[in-house]
């Protein structure tokens, strides 16, 4: 991240406590300070050491807390300090607390103490989620806008059974804490429905051999996060991808240009805001073989015909309270071509991204943009995470 940022972990008692020694992990080597609490219970689960060599910080926990050994109090300390408080995993037990403002320990009264965004990644067994007294605390929690959630999800638990209770993967709460980072809390596309496309189309000449692309998915999976935490309803059309749905997304999976287009105009009258991230074929061969085709039979020469643009028929169709925002994988120039899109597309704004510099673009965790809008505005977007490039295009479109 480009300056250091400030990340509080509250780790509560549960045997899920272990997946946070890889968010801190995580965290750390992506240049976020770290500190964390962990409750008397977590101490049960994972060691101060584990947390404290990871973070390269000592680990609070609340012997320290009622020692004083600092010259201020610790929770005033931690509370002024950090600008995210993640609680993972969060119990049924801190769950009650923070619900109805009790506060008995260092990381109940830290959060008391703290103003910045917290969020709660709980993890108890089904029964106990279920109960109503927790449900109840639940929906209580989350009427205060200050809390964020990143599960719990559904699976096999510690306890054998398979159900819902099971705390969100480091992979779900990492992107969500780098989101809180970036937006502070605020949800502004909260109320508003997002469709958003990526990968790469396969066009199939036969079951086996297509005409494709290298795109993995992973800038459209980034903006689908970005929209969520942003308190927008996602719908995302993709290509065949590797990487898991996030929670709280809705995946529509197609295959070739013809399907995307398809399961896009379905949602597209619904959405206020669509951005085309896919990277769709423009071509597709003119024959199909329902067949595996033998090497003996494949032509020499393979004759194609043009896909539909399915950005190029949005821009037709879109309605002026919807905005429409596309994708300009480019080599060379950026600008040039990318400003030629927005115009033919009739587009709100484009994202002009380069595919021939190292260490961005298809398939990398990073990228860099030119974004362009409609009205002349330009903004440069030096290489960052996707995560961060999709905040920095919903803030250009929304600012
Ligand atoms: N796009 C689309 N349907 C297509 C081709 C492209 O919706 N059949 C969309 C992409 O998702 C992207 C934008 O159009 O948001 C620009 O795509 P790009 O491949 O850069 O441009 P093309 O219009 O295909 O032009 P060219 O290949 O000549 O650069």
Redesign the pocket.
């Known amino acids: 991240m480009s300056k250091t940022r400030r990340v509080l972990i509250g780790i509560g008692g549960g045997i899920a406590a272990y997946k946070m020694a890889e968010v801190i992990s995580t965290l750390f080597q992506s240049g976020v300070e770290v500190r964390a609490i962990l409750t008397e219970g977590a101490r049960k689960f994972i060691t101060p050491l584990t947390i404290a060599t990871l973070s390269r910080h000592q680990a609070y926990t609340d012997s320290l807390f009622w020692e004083a050994t600092h010259h201020r109090p610790l929770h005033i300390e931690l509370g002024e300090w950090a600008e995210v408080f993640a609680i993972a995993p969060l119990t049924a037990n801190t769950l009650g607390k923070l619900a109805h403002g009790l506060a008995d320990n260092l990381l109940t009264n830290t959060v008391l103490a703290s103003r910045c965004p917290v969020l709660l990644a709980p993890a108890m067994n089904t029964e106990m989620w279920a109960a109503q007294s927790v449900q109840r605390n639940w929906q209580l929690l989350l009427t205060d806008p200050r809390y964020h959630h990143i599960g719990p999800g559904s699976g096999l638990l510690a306890c054998d059974r398979v159900g819902t209770g099971r705390m969100a993967e480091p992979s779900e709460i990492i992107p969500s804490i780098y989101s809180l980072l970036h937006t502070g809390g605020k949800e502004d596309l909260a109320g508003k429905r997002v469709l958003i ?1 990526t990968g790469g189309t396969r066009e199939h000449l036969d079951p086996v051999r297509f005409i494709g692309n290298p795109a993995t998915g992973k800038m459209g999976l980034a903006l689908a996060i970005a929209a969520r935490d942003r308190g927008a309803k996602v719908t995302l059309v993709h290509a065949p991808i590797t990487s898991a749905i996030p929670t709280r997304i809705q995946a529509i999976a197609t295959v070739s ?1 013809a399907e995307m287009r398809e399961a896009i105009l379905t949602h597209f009258a619904q959405a206020d805001l669509i951005v ?7 071509v597709k061969p003119a024959a199909y073989c329902p067949e595996k085709l033998p090497k003996k039979s494949l032509p020499n020469a393979l004759p194609l015909v043009a ?5 190029a028929e949005l821009g037709q169709l879109k309605q002026p309270h919807q905005k429409l925002i ?5 080599t060379g120039d950026i600008v040039k ?1 990318a400003l030629q ?1 927005l115009k033919d ?1 009739k587009l709100n704004a484009i994202a002009a991204n380069p595919i021939d510099l190292p260490n961005v673009g298809f398939g990398s965790d990073r990228n860099q943009a030119i974004l362009l809008d409609d009205r002349g505005g330009e903004k440069i977007i030096e290489p960052c995470s996707k995560l961060q490039l999709a905040h920095y295009l919903f803030d250009f479109i929304l600012d």
């Open positions: 496309s240009a085309m991230a896919a990277a769709v074929a423009d896909v539909p643009d399915i950005l596309g994708f300009a994988a480019q071509p899109k597309k």
